[in-house]
């Protein structure tokens, strides 16, 4: 009997405030060496990729490789503009809830091409069940961005009527399923959609998001027991993008380091992809909507990527780990990468680029005001406190009645 | 007991199917898979074997395995399910095995389906209806005899229901379905099968012989948020659910004390009119339930009378309830709260 | 409050610091951790930085990783975790991000770690304190103002604290940590940095000059179990918990009613004799919390209340509380039920 | 796009009642053909055992391969012996229930090896988290049956008062730990409390139980992701007796019809083992378990049997799968195999077999019938009510003693 005193093992990320940032964690195989398998394969016999990284665009912003798609110059300029157009936004609502227009805000800086370039594959019916950093969602069908301010600022146009906190958006006709606060449950409730779909013999799929730190929640289980036994058709996306406010991946994945293999335990076929990469997002969510829609069931992604930024408004990741860390991110930033390759392609200049942001940023910022107009967070004709008691059942029952009659509204 | 349906079918010279408190509730079942083409029904042991009570018997066969089958063992996972499906635009009738395993699905219950609605502004709703055995009463130990209707109660969005026999069972289900909000439905299951006169060790007389077992064929509801006086009375109010129901009726005979008895079925929204009405006429009040007594949905009872009844009260209000323990295997009927601690009570009330 | 403590260091003469809330509970985890090397620390986020709102900053550098530490977001597993160290002899304190989100855990929390004591004859124990920050008054939403201590009142086997400042908060955590049994201790987020006089929109008057900011050094312990009359009165009696103690004050106050504030400190369990004794002598009572109304606690101590003091009420017992719908954001001052709210309850049972 | 109708997938067993049986959907390798690696292995480095089947019997009795650890008679005979023991002992509780003297009884038959024989494998201090499936695991230790007995007839002897269901033992002192009735709660238990020894610094270690439909429960899933990170000394056992309750394993495990994989996706070894296989059972617990021992964190291993009865004395298998099915399983009855190895290896004959039998059977009738003396469910000299109060806190609290006075006990 081995008498040795046992320890805990508690991981640890590789470098802490002050440290020089340090990726060598994660290994990045080389643009186009990954195969794509085709969508009937059986996921016993491509498990190779869950441990691998499907990658696009090589350093130099060629698309190369099977899963290169032949993307149009249409199509990525418009992932470009998408993108540009969310960390546009996301930068001037940083602004306004410094400047106390709204509570609390949260960007998706970095990770802009997943949300894209996903949403640019599905069609008008299909449903995502995004968290609360896939704003990407709503902006890449131009969804108009003053609605979403409005909300941003609870004022009197935010159609939730101040109820939810301020990026918590629901867009039924954009396939943008209410954000809850709670973390992984609608991992599980995508699954839920996606079998009702089935279940009506609909040709509709869903769209599931989670985070890296949210897979350790229940509802992932959950989500991939009933994929797993059903096979309905979702996509089900893990955003790692290496952090869950200050605890980094290795918290929720353990020594793993990955967690599209999570996908295995439940036959789900499942891929690894560079998140980062447009063409590669873009590629890669075909694949799995196409197997979706042709009723072969769920697939699993991993999306590696790095949350540039803070957790939110609240949060200072220089608490936890090395200033200006993402810009030691190995993967890069998605709109430079994007702007890179169209670039070599000869569809894109500078000259272009620069007057695509200025004009976004004019779009963005004339929204902004517009939407001001309407009011920020307790100033204005913000919506009223009657406002609390309206969709709680369909019908306001009688206890609630009396209640809204003593609270005088 | 909304008897409405019943005497139109006697009226008509109808007869009358008798049904105990399963067949009534299969039959709702049944009649709503065949009515709505959005209802879905799943569970765990739910779809061949048509569960361990056998509530959903058949309706695998009849309905297709799309719309009747057996679930992984995941409360969460069937309540997020059927959250996702309601999002989509069925009626999903969930079935969880006991009321005892309905906390792992807690947060997808009280965050999530409570909460869809108001969080998206009616863009989405989760008209849910989740079915659950509750009660002791079979030496089911720990856990499988809990009453947890009160943890329900407290959350902003959910109805409750509790029916306390075959006539209310099927169309309060039927209503439940129907109804655009999420419902837990708690079913007695003490009564599933035979009934129950309150004590554990006499004779019952059988559901045949219930008024309330004559359940109509067809479609019929029992409104939401309606109680029912079961018995008028005079001196006393009892306000109680479920199994309860016929304890407190045995208790009221045995006792010969005149109280009225009243069901309440639907716990919220709480019909409370009629208890107002009752106890400002006897002036008295008790409360009674199997649940555990600290925070039990007595205690809102309790605080709701006095709120509307104080100046008509002539006793404390009496609250008889399971104690305050986990519910014990062996002392199933010590923990139980029979016909004599709710006689106590009801003597007890008069006397003050 | 429990001076005691504050009175001997007064008298010997020793510098009592000031501390705001979150800085006593640091100091009461830091003192366990030191005096038990079986009390481990664990949550999200909770080791190298501290947790979100900072409550154990600086202990995993001085305690080491494996005695503090972060875990996976899955609040089931942290109590799950907690219950299975817990029998083998640890003394765990998990800490929940939210309130809100214990949900997840209510299973673990529900089923085991307050029933393994019953089920196992005291084989097995289950010595865990859970923290979590609870209530509104941060613009947190739906998803981070919820104040859940209701349901863990209906759950036999569990304990539950709720402090009201800084001096009570280490004292109880304290007295939570060494207690036996499972403890649900729920820290008013509102509370925990700068107080908080019951107004969102008026100036504060800082901890330090709120007696209850005086918090000793070293060992201490507030017992469990225990309420505290932190204001005496003669015509109303007003029952409260956490940051609500405080809108009851400025109520109090701001309408010149002369009313008894218990600080019930222990929902469960509850100090009825306290609240006994100051509602037979006013006659009146008013009950404040933050959570929804319906099944709330308000409704288990109205219960109590008119029970043992029916013959002395001179009104009905008002409930002041978070109206029955969740917590929104923008209208979060709306839905808080502010000094006013309880000031018009105050007048309305001295009308009455 | 796509238009076809989507369909949902409801997995179905091979086999329903009227149906001959059909096992032809396990896949059983040869005895001795899977390889034995190091406890150092990397578990991504040994993928394929969970694919696979240890077994160490073949089919004359023989033991064989690298898996075979060469037990002594002694240990085996002892082996045969509990694992005899056990079914003798729930054949008559069996009878017990039948005849009122319990409410509801449930039998392990036909996966006696899995608990008996790690039980034997592990040291006192270690910590089992059973289910209600593993009364091997106390019978393995001669734990005396007739406390069992008693609490089983909730008489005036059962330890834990009548409060619990019948079969729910308690017995810290012999690594057993209380038995919960919501499925899967001890798996995560069982990691904490092996947690707990690393950050002692002890050297015990805990095995956790889970069968194949809880799997689909929140808790393994917290379990894994919890092994996975901390590396705590645990055996992860998920007892894959093909049933959970009416419900066949595909309900659980969807069409991967297999457990053991769930751990790759935490990076937790995974080893799938014949459960029917005393030899093979004994063996691989004593890998995991030396692997646990010696810091080197958890293993996840599926156990294949056979669920050979009904689910409890509650249920009827009848209605939901073909009579006799457990007589066409092809791993066998795990006591048949065993003896036909003892009588291989010359070390046993039927004679002493049968003498076995008759002596266990002698000494079961004799505890049983010590036990009844004590009372049985609600007859004779029964715990009293009082005992309900008890334990629910370490000190009675004002409001139950108030309480326990009105019930007047
Ligand atoms: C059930 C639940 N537990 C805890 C939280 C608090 N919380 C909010 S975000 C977050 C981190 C999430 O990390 P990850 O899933 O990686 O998503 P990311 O923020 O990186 O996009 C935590 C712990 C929550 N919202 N819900
Ligand atoms: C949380 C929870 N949900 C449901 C049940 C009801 N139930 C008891 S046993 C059982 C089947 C378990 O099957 P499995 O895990 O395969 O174990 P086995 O009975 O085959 O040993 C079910 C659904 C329960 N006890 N706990
Ligand atoms: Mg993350
Ligand atoms: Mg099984």
Known sequence: MNTKSLSLHVPEPTTRPGDAPDFSYIDIPNAGSVRRPDIHCDPQAMRDLAFDLIRVMDDEGNAVGSWNIELSNEVLIKGLHDMLKTRIFDERMLMAQRQGKTSIYVQCRG??????????????????????????LLIAQDFPIEAMICQIYSNAKDKLGGRSLPFFYSEKEFGFFSISGNLGTQFMQAV??????????????????????????????????????YKPPVVMNVVNN????????????GSANNFACRGHGY????????????????????????????????????WVTYRAAAHSTSDDPTKYRPENDAESWPLGDPIERLKTHLIAKGAWDDARHNAMIDQLKTEVKAAAKEAEKHGTLGKGPVPGAAEMFNHIYKELPPHLRKQRQEAGV | MNTKQQDKDLASGKHIPRKNMLEAIR??????????????????????????????????????????????????GIIGAAVGMAAYGL??????????????????????????????????????????????GIFGGQTHSQSPEALFTHVAGLKTVIPSNPYDAKGLLIAAIEDDDPVIFLE????????FDGHHNRPVTPWSAHETSKVPEGHYTVPLGKAAVTRTGQEVTILSYGTMV??????????????????LRTLLPLDDETIATSVRKTGRCVVVHEATKTSGFGGELIAIVQELCLNYLEAPIERVTGWDTPYPHAQEWDYFPGPDRVGAALKKVMEA
């Open chain 1, 111 to 136: 990770e802009e091409a997943i949300a894209c370039a996903q949403r640019a594959v599905l069609e008008k019916g299909d449903m995502c069940f995004p968290t609360y950093r896939q704003q990407g």
């Open chain 1, 192 to 229: 839920g959609w996606a079998m009702a779909s089935a279940i009506k013999g609909d040709t509709r799929i869903a769209s599931g998001w989670i985070g890296d730190g949210a897979t350790a929640e229940s509802d992932f289980h959950a989500a991939l027991v009933f994929a797993s036994v």
């Open chain 1, 242 to 253: 290496q952090w869950a406010i200050s605890s980094f991946q290795g918290i929720a994945g």
């Open chain 1, 267 to 302: 036959n789900v076929p499942a891929l690894r992809v560079d998140g980062n990469d447009y063409l590669a997002v873009y590629a890669a969510s075909q694949w799995a909507v196409e197997r979706a829609r042709s009723n072969l069931g769920p697939t699993l992604i991993e």
């Open chain 2, 27 to 76: 039959d709702a079942l049944d009649i709503k898979l065949g009515d709505d083409e959005n209802v879905v029904i799943f569970g765990e042991d739910a779809g061949y074997f048509g569960g361990v009570f056998r509530a959903t018997e058949g309706l695998q066969k009849k309905y297709g395995k799309s719309r009747v089958f057996d679930t992984p063992i995941s409360e969460l």
């Open chain 2, 91 to 136: 009626r999903p009738v969930p079935e969880i095995q006991f009321a005892d395993y309905i906390l792992p699905a807690f947060d997808q219950i009280a965050s999530e389906a409570a909460r869809l609605r108001y969080r998206s502004a009616g863009e989405f709703t989760a008209p849910i209806t989740i079915r659950a055995p509750t009660g002791g």
């Open chain 2, 188 to 195: 007695p299951k003490r009564l599933y099968n035979g009934p």
């Open chain 2, 246 to 263: 016929h304890v407190a009726k045995a208790a009221a005979e045995e006792t010969g004390i005149d109280a009225e008895i009243i069901d």
